[in-house]
């Protein structure tokens, strides 16, 4: 290698030929040394030298090879000076250089040489500047030039001295503002990367790949969107090929992975996760793999802000949470938008993301003018402040808890209430279906089954007892119908505890005799007698023995009693209707069935009594209905005396009831 040249005069005309000269010489001296000669060295060793030496080995190159020219730091290309690699991606390598002509530093993009013979990625890259050269935004990097030179393809562009976003972001500050807190200075970031893709928006570009790595932070506190590699036209992106994806899995939006149209909503759900990234120092959509990710960004699905950054106010959440809704209707219409609710934010003002409470607008009144109300606020929250406040949380609690209980007790009120009326229904469709081994019975018995299982819920409240135990009577009927009689039997004891309490079935007379019952006691003392024929027909015999003697103490006793002994009267009669096929104690049987009859003829008015299938009648409606059942028994058995009763001047007032009617129709009837 020659001798280092020295500092040449090029002040005249003479001092000039004198460099060329020189440097002529140098060049061949390396030439002559071998085409492998240490370029770098050969240059530094002539520094006075270097303007005209470049150009002459350059020119020497393209003479000497055919092979593509590969950058590397040192290297001119055309007008640029490689000085450092600075960062590499997918569509490219970025260097920092120094524009010799203009002597000034810029960012160069080139072209990678594997993509270099590959029209599409030229075309794309080319693409990339042309889209980006549109734009003129303060955060957004300028292109100044566009070119190819010795078959690399390359931009030029504003070189930003800082640091990338995903680098900054591991640190305490991120050195956008030194006046405000980390939290704020997120907002402010995300702020200026709003207007920056508002502006591109407007411009008809969608940048489809937001992401920390695509954001600058210079050394003045600036920030700069960069990297507009995969961005489209609007009109463009709404016609985006099937299957294709461009973007970042971690930072790209459910349209994006479904392939439906894309518009600027798309870059509001990445500048979302961005602003989450920031705030929870994580990413928002995790996964093992990318297909995982992509598809819990596909169902939206990720932890709030709440749950994972507390410390997070709760407007900045709430402006993080909408820009990452997964419908893009539910979104910031645009970044502008989002932008502008930033601003809201860290003005301390009200969002417009969720319209505030007046609790929130007043706490935030109350932040804006802290120090005129420092000292009035101390001693109201010393003297006021916490007791009411503490009172206004407990009331809206309990006011929130006693209105939820509400719907819920009404719910549950109005599913208890469709299981009677279907538990009633079904009862009536086990009369009509001609025996137990109707083809209607497994679903009958499913239904019960059902009905069985819900009224277990909650069975203990007292103000269900009797209404679980009615509807419990009617499903041991309809055990008793389907011949289920030992499940019919546990229904009758399960009532039975839930109106008495715990204790046996009634197996002895004096325990028979000494209890009250009412009118549903009477019911379920049908359903043991039902069981009871069914299972053992001595044990039916005895219990009837039992009810007609007790009915005929009652009788003895107070002919005329009122309707607290309707209930005896009941029991009295169902016993006669289930016995009257029994010829020793048939007599017996229609002498009960005509006294109950007798017995409630005409019973005391009971104000407000309203029948279970027909207008007010103006009497007990229960004892129509068990005079009724009464004349059915007799009907049964003797139909010529059944229809002497119901001519009976004493069932005058009941001949408008619809039982009634129904009977006197069944009389008619001919046998």
Same mark, same amino acid.
């Given at each position: 290698?020659?001798?280092?040249?020295?500092?040449?005069?090029?002040?005249?005309?003479?001092?000039?030929?004198?460099? %060329? $000269? $020189?440097?002529?010489?140098?060049?061949?001296?390396?030439?002559?040394?071998?085409?492998?000669?240490?370029?770098?060295?050969?240059?530094?060793?002539?520094?006075?030298?270097?303007?005209?030496?470049?150009?002459?080995?350059?020119?020497?190159?393209?003479? #000497?090879?055919?092979?593509?020219?590969?950058?590397?730091?040192?290297?001119?290309?055309?007008?640029?000076? %490689?000085?450092?690699?600075?960062?590499?991606?997918?569509?490219?390598?970025?260097?920092?250089?120094?524009?010799?002509?203009?002597?000034?530093?810029?960012?160069?993009?080139?072209?990678?040489?594997?993509?270099?013979?590959?029209?599409?990625? =030229?075309?794309?890259?080319?693409?990339?500047?042309?889209?980006?050269?549109?734009?003129?935004?303060?955060?957004?990097?300028?292109?100044?030039?566009?070119?190819?030179? &010795?078959?690399?393809?390359?931009?030029?562009?504003?070189?930003?001295?800082?640091?990338?976003?995903?680098?900054?972001?591991?640190?305490?500050?991120?050195?956008?503002?030194?006046?405000?807190?980390?939290?704020?200075?997120?907002?402010?970031?995300?702020?200026?990367?709003?207007?920056?893709?508002?502006?591109?928006?407007?411009?008809?570009?969608?940048?489809?790949?937001?992401?920390?790595?695509?954001?600058?932070?210079?050394?003045?506190?600036?920030?700069?969107?960069?990297?507009?590699?995969?961005?489209?036209?609007?009109?463009?992106?709404? &016609?985006?090929?099937?299957?294709?994806?461009?973007?970042?899995?971690?930072?790209?939006?459910?349209?994006?992975?479904?392939?439906?149209?894309?518009?600027?909503?798309?870059?509001?759900?990445?500048?979302?996760?961005?602003?989450?990234?920031?705030?929870?120092?994580?990413?928002?959509?995790?996964?093992?793999?990318?297909?995982?990710?992509?598809?819990?960004?596909? =169902?939206?699905?990720?932890?709030?802000?709440?749950?994972?950054?507390?410390?997070?106010?709760?407007?900045?959440?709430?402006?993080?949470?909408?820009?990452?809704?997964?419908?893009?209707?539910?979104?910031?219409?645009?970044?502008?938008? *989002?932008?502008? #609710?930033?601003?809201?934010?860290?003005?301390?003002?009200?969002?417009?993301?969720?319209?505030?409470?007046?609790?929130?607008?007043?706490? @935030?009144?109350?932040?804006?003018?802290?120090?005129?109300?420092?000292?009035?606020?101390?001693?109201?929250?010393?003297?006021?402040?916490?007791?009411?406040?503490?009172?206004?949380?407990?009331?809206?609690?309990?006011?929130? =808890?006693?209105?939820?209980?509400?719907?819920?007790?009404?719910?549950?009120?109005?599913?208890?209430?469709?299981?009677?009326?279907?538990?009633?229904?079904?009862?009536?469709? *086990?009369?009509?279906?001609?025996?137990?081994?109707?083809?209607?019975?497994?679903?009958?018995?499913?239904?019960?089954?059902?009905?069985?299982?819900?009224?277990?819920?909650?069975?203990?409240?007292?103000?269900?007892?009797?209404?679980?135990?009615?509807?419990?009577? =009617?499903?041991?009927?309809?055990?008793?119908?389907?011949?289920?009689?030992?499940?019919?039997?546990?229904?009758?004891?399960?009532?039975?505890?839930?109106? $008495?309490?715990?204790?046996?079935?009634?197996?002895?007379?004096?325990?028979?005799?000494?209890?009250?019952?009412?009118?549903?006691?009477?019911?379920?003392?049908?359903?043991?007698?039902?069981?009871?024929?069914?299972?053992?027909?001595?044990?039916?015999?005895?219990?009837?023995?039992?009810?007609? $003697?007790?009915?005929?103490?009652?009788?003895?006793?107070?002919? @005329?009693?009122?309707?607290?002994?309707?209930?005896?009267?009941?029991?009295?009669?169902?016993?006669?209707?289930?016995?009257?096929?029994?010829?020793?104690? @048939?007599?017996?049987?229609?002498?009960?069935?005509?006294?109950?009859?007798?017995?409630?003829?005409?019973?005391?008015?009971?104000?407000?009594?309203?029948?279970?299938?027909?207008?007010?009648?103006?009497?007990?409606?229960?004892?129509?209905?068990?005079?009724?059942?009464?004349?059915?028994?007799?009907?049964?058995?003797?139909?010529?005396?059944?229809?002497?009763?119901?001519?009976?001047?004493?069932?005058?007032?009941?001949?408008?009831?619809?039982?009634?009617?129904?009977?006197?129709?069944?009389?008619?009837?001919?046998?």
């Amino acid at each position: 290698m020659p001798a280092p040249t020295q500092h040449l005069p090029n002040d005249d005309q003479d001092g000039r030929l004198q460099r %060329l $000269a $020189a440097a002529m010489e140098a060049f061949l001296q390396f030439r002559a040394g071998g085409a492998n000669g240490d370029r770098a060295a050969f240059l530094a060793a002539n520094a006075p030298l270097r303007d005209l030496l470049e150009p002459m080995l350059d020119d020497a190159a393209d003479d #000497d090879t055919d092979a593509p020219f590969v950058p590397q730091p040192g290297q001119c290309l055309g007008d640029y000076r %490689l000085l450092r690699e600075v960062g590499r991606g997918g569509m490219g390598v970025v260097y920092e250089a120094e524009q010799v002509s203009l002597r000034r530093r810029v960012a160069l993009k080139v072209l990678p040489a594997h993509l270099a013979s590959s029209p599409r990625a =030229i075309e794309r890259f080319r693409h990339e500047a042309t889209l980006a050269s549109r734009l003129r935004h303060p955060a957004i990097v300028p292109i100044h030039e566009v070119g190819e030179w &010795r078959g690399v393809h390359f931009f030029s562009m504003e070189f930003v001295d800082g640091r990338p976003l995903h680098v900054a972001m591991q640190d305490t500050r991120l050195g956008v503002r030194a006046d405000c807190s980390r939290v704020a200075e997120c907002a402010e970031l995300v702020a200026r990367v709003a207007s920056a893709l508002q502006h591109a928006h407007e411009h008809g570009l969608v940048h489809r790949d937001v992401k920390p790595h695509n954001v600058m932070i210079g050394a003045d506190g600036g920030v700069r969107l960069m990297d507009f590699g995969v961005a489209k036209e609007l009109d463009a992106a709404t &016609r985006s090929s099937a299957g294709e994806f461009l973007g970042t899995p971690h930072y790209c939006s459910p349209e994006q992975i479904t392939g439906a149209a894309i518009g600027p909503t798309a870059d509001v759900f990445a500048l979302g996760i961005v602003l989450y990234e920031l705030l929870a120092h994580r990413r928002p959509f995790e996964g093992d793999d990318a297909r995982a990710v992509l598809r819990r960004i596909e =169902i939206g699905e990720f932890p709030s802000l709440r749950s994972v950054a507390p410390q997070v106010p709760r407007d900045l959440q709430t402006i993080c949470h909408k820009a990452l809704e997964r419908h893009p209707g539910h979104r910031y219409p645009s970044a502008g938008a *989002m932008g502008d #609710d930033l601003r809201r934010f860290l003005r301390i003002e009200p969002i417009h993301a969720a319209p505030p409470s007046l609790f929130t607008r007043s706490t @935030k009144w109350v932040r804006r003018h802290r120090l005129r109300l420092a000292v009035t606020t101390l001693l109201l929250m010393t003297v006021v402040g916490a007791p009411s406040a503490l009172a206004f949380h407990l009331h809206r609690t309990r006011a929130a =808890i006693e209105s939820e209980r509400a719907v819920l007790d009404q719910a549950e009120e109005l599913a208890f209430r469709s299981i009677e009326q279907t538990l009633a229904l079904l009862g009536q469709q *086990m009369e009509r279906l001609p025996g137990p081994g109707s083809q209607y019975e497994p679903q009958l018995a499913s239904v019960a089954d059902l009905c069985t299982q819900f009224l277990e819920l909650r069975s203990e409240l007292p103000q269900r007892l009797r209404r679980v135990a009615a509807s419990l009577e =009617i499903l041991a009927g309809i055990r008793i119908a389907m011949e289920q009689h030992a499940r019919a039997e546990v229904l009758i004891r399960r009532a039975r505890v839930l109106l $008495a309490g715990p204790g046996p079935i009634v197996v002895t007379k004096e325990r028979l005799l000494q209890r009250t019952p009412d009118l549903l006691q009477a019911r379920l003392s049908h359903r043991e007698l039902q069981v009871a024929l069914q299972v053992d027909r001595w044990s039916a015999d005895r219990l009837f023995q039992w009810l007609d $003697a007790d009915w005929q103490r009652l009788v003895e006793a107070d002919p @005329k009693a009122p309707a607290p002994h309707l209930g005896r009267t009941v029991e009295a009669l169902v016993a006669a209707r289930e016995v009257t096929k029994n010829a020793t104690q @048939k007599t017996a049987a229609l002498r009960m069935a005509a006294e109950a009859a007798a017995y409630v003829a005409a019973p005391p008015p009971v104000a407000g009594a309203v029948a279970a299938d027909g207008p007010a009648t103006g009497r007990d409606d229960e004892g129509a209905l068990v005079a009724a059942a009464a004349l059915e028994c007799i009907l049964a058995v003797n139909k010529k005396e059944a229809r002497r009763l119901l001519d009976d001047a004493r069932f005058a007032g009941l001949r408008d009831h619809p039982a009634f009617r129904r009977l006197r129709e069944r009389a008619a009837e001919r046998p």
